[in-house]
């Protein structure tokens, strides 16, 4: 073999090809062939197959309501990250938080905004998804357990939203979460004491806001990039996505 | 079409009930076609994929840019709202707690959370499956229908007509 395939001058010479190569390891082959292997060739993207059923591209058919769903979990999670550097979990200064992020930094508000108008899209469209998901039947075997995930999906998105509400500390959020955690103590037998547990005492104060925080910023979160992640990885197993049986 | 006799090549088998009848000139279904109607993913599926985001990114910006998040004074416990209304996804709870806290507030909404977990192994036919209000499901649409309407009209209830002390107000007065 030619040695020169070795040195030091070819080395850079090809130094862009063989990085890009070395990134992409694509085999070649036919056009079909490049295509898919650049489906499952790709961390980011083989949780897709090589191949999708047209029904599953109707748009008529899903509305993309679950996908929609999807992109605001990850609208949030990005505005989420970025509005964790603005603020502080206590009670003295949360508030304060908020308004430097009205009047303080640049496009604060926008990225508040953001984040709140996607929380309440995502609630919106996931129960949307949820309705789609009756309406077609396509909870019916063997799908059933995806719904059961789908199910806990709704539950965890209401939670996350729930948690959330607290985090400005205004008068809408102390009140909204007292009014909500109250339904809880409805709870015979045990209801004050699960009241207790969620707001780290009787009443809505410092530790109910750092309870809500922590599991508004950590835990929820990755409870749901779990469930998201057996949610998308079944659909696969469970053979794509719903289509009429006789197809 | 163009029948061809092949008596003599296939002779027919007594002890069978099938057999050759004629062979005919044509295409098979799957001609220029992906097996079982598929595309490729790439790229029919991630174009559509990405635009959709772009979309939604496009709106969620929008949105923001025009309408700000609602920030009333700085949380003052002494001091309630009236009235205090949860977040508008448990409104329609807390309408229902109005009538009665234990049915309204646990025993409802434990019950719509039990009966959605179940759900599929309660409802098991496999008739009008992918179908939008398949006519073979018009009893589990129907039913499925009446909880939505009922949840949103509680949520409007509570959101919009419900005034300090939780009595019926208008919205605009």
């Known amino acids: 073999m030619s040695e020169t395939a070795y040195s030091l001058k070819e080395s850079i010479r090809h130094l862009p090809r063989n990085i890009k190569e070395s990134i992409i390891r694509r085999g070649g082959g036919t056009a079909e062939q490049e295509r898919a292997a650049a489906v499952f060739g790709n961390m980011f993207l083989h949780v897709h197959p090589v191949r999708v059923h047209l029904n599953s591209l109707r748009a008529g058919y899903t509305f993309g309501l679950g996908l929609i769903s999807f992109y605001l979990f990850l609208i949030l999670i990005a505005s989420g990250l970025l509005l964790m550097f603005y603020y502080t979990p206590s009670t003295e200064l949360a508030y304060r938080n908020m308004k430097d992020l009205e009047y303080v930094v640049s496009f604060g508000v926008v990225l508040r905004n953001v984040h709140r108008w996607s929380a309440h899209a995502m609630v919106a469209f996931a129960f949307l998804h949820m309705c789609r998901v009756f309406y077609t039947g396509s909870y019916k075997a063997p799908r059933e357990f995806n719904w059961v995930i789908g199910v806990c999906l709704l539950l965890v998105t209401l939670f996350l939203s729930f948690t959330g509400y607290l985090l400005p500390w205004d008068q809408l959020a102390f009140w909204a979460i007292t009014v909500g955690s109250n339904i809880a103590a409805y709870m015979p037998g045990i209801g004050e004491k699960v009241r207790f547990l969620l707001l780290g005492g009787n009443e809505v104060g410092q530790m109910a806001l750092l309870r809500f925080y922590v599991l508004h910023v950590a835990v929820l979160p990755l409870v749901a990039v779990v469930l998201l992640g057996v949610h998308f990885w079944r659909i696969r197993k469970d053979g794509g996505l719903s289509r009429p049986l006789n197809d | ?173």
């Open chain 2, 1 to 173: 079409m163009k029948a061809v006799n092949k008596e003599e090549m296939f002779p027919k088998d007594p002890n069978k009930t099938y057999s050759l009848m004629a062979i005919v000139d044509g295409e098979t279904f799957n001609v220029e076609k992906g097996p079982e109607d598929t595309v490729q993913s790439w790229p029919h599926l991630m174009v559509r994929e990405l635009a959709l985001f772009l979309l939604v990114f496009a709106v969620i910006l929008g949105v923001s840019l025009i309408f700000n998040a609602p920030l009333e004074e700085a949380a003052n416990p002494l001091h309630s709202t009236n009235p205090a209304k949860a977040p508008w996804y448990f409104v329609g709870i807390q309408e229902l707690v109005s009538y009665s806290a234990f049915l309204g507030g646990i025993a409802t909404p434990a019950l719509i959370v039990l009966t959605l977990l179940l759900l599929p192994y309660l409802d098991r036919n496999p008739k009008g499956t992918g179908v939008w209000f398949s006519r073979d499901r018009r009893v589990a649409t129907a039913l499925f229908t009446v909880f939505v309407v009922v949840m949103v009209v509680l949520i409007l209830i509570g959101q919009f007509l419900r005034g300090p002390n939780w009595h019926l107000y208008l919205p605009w007065s």
